[in-house]
């Protein structure tokens, strides 16, 4: 007896991810992307139509060798991989509670291990060239006014892109004790304060935010109206990055992205001494072994902790060297024309 993974998958997606899991819509859709490209090689390399795929016909051979056209086919990175393995063993636990049958073959999938990775080092912006970046933008230009408050909004808060793209009107609070509420990963809300520069640049984008649709809530949009997307504020950063780097050469090393931006605002709380933990706290982070990393490469920080540790003293004497004199009178024994009697 075989099973039809076609059942499987809709129960997967509509009832366990969001409902019993309650996971957010961008994790759901990246489990749905690494699903799609599984089926479709799989279906690919037994010649079946993707319809008639079984359980059964997605093994252990098939997985990895999914894994290794990704790698190398696809041109992805080991992280890729990593995720989209990560799909695939949640996918299989599911179907090992449903079909206890296939318990054996789920657990040889789900033993698949993540790919080590290399350790990345992270890029951040100094203030004078956050500040370079935030000075190229036009305010008289069609969308300065609205990249001004969304590049300010970025580095006041330090919030991924998907927190920004979700923000609603009725997220902010500019009047007293102004903040604003971002939904985070894992459905994780939080809310971060408003320095009053931003207030002023965001007030002034909403009283000249016009919407296609009235009915938009999104904060942002685009420039025909609608809600921008991640993509959009990905091409705003790299465009006033480039830009900037007309007054800071050292932002061509640094192409810049909402991420960068995010790890820019961690390392200025970071330089003004604030607490690993409320730092963590201001993120959403999760773990507070994510927030470390900020500290691991932070190399003011380490050498101010070096400084507050002396070096063992070197009693040993350096080694004896002649005389600049002797040398010299040494040489002349070289040069016969010196040492000539008349």
Request: hydrophobic content about 40%; proline content about 5%; charged content about 25%.
């Amino acid at each position: 007896m075989t099973h039809s993974i076609a059942p499987l998958l809709k129960r997967f997606f509509s009832h366990y991810l969001p409902i019993q899991r309650n996971l957010s819509i961008n994790t759901i859709l990246a489990y749905r992307d690494a699903t799609k490209l599984l089926l479709c090689y799989a279906a690919e390399t037994l010649k079946h139509s993707i319809d008639k795929l079984n359980v059964e016909d997605i093994n252990e051979k098939i997985v990895l060798g999914f894994l290794d056209n990704i790698e190398k086919e696809r041109s992805c990175t080991a992280n890729t991989r990593n995720a989209r393995l990560a799909a695939i063993r949640s996918l299989f636990a599911f179907i090992a509670r449903e079909e206890p049958v296939l318990v054996e073959q789920c657990l040889q999938v789900r033993s698949i291990p993540l790919k080590r990775t290399k350790h990345k080092s992270i890029d951040y912006l100094k203030e004078e060239e956050m500040q370079a970046v935030l000075d190229a933008i036009d305010i008289n230009s069609l969308t300065g006014i609205r990249d001004k408050a969304l590049l300010m909004l970025l580095y006041n808060t330090g919030a991924r892109v998907s927190e920004i793209t979700g923000i609603k009107l009725t997220d902010l609070q500019l009047d007293k004790a102004p903040f604003v509420k971002l939904h985070g990963k894992g459905n994780k809300d939080r809310s971060c304060p408003l320095w009053p520069e931003t207030v002023t640049t965001l007030d002034a984008y909403i009283k000249q935010r016009t919407p296609k649709d009235p009915g938009t809530e999104q904060l942002f949009l685009n420039a025909n109206g609608g809600p921008i997307t991640r993509f959009g504020i990905g091409h705003i950063t790299r465009k006033y990055g480039s830009i900037a780097q007309v007054k800071q050469p050292s932002l061509k090393a640094k192409p810049l992205n909402p991420h960068r931006i995010r790890h820019t605002t961690a390392m200025h709380l970071l330089h003004a001494n604030n607490e690993i933990a409320m730092i963590s706290y201001f993120l959403g982070h999760a773990n507070l072994n994510t927030t470390h990393m900020y500290v691991e490469i932070d190399m003011e920080m380490k050498r101010k902790m070096l400084e507050t540790v002396d070096a063992p003293k070197d009693k040993s004497k350096p080694p004896w060297k002649k005389a600049s004199m002797l040398k010299w009178l040494e040489k002349l024994t070289l040069q016969p024309e010196l040492c000539a009697v008349n």
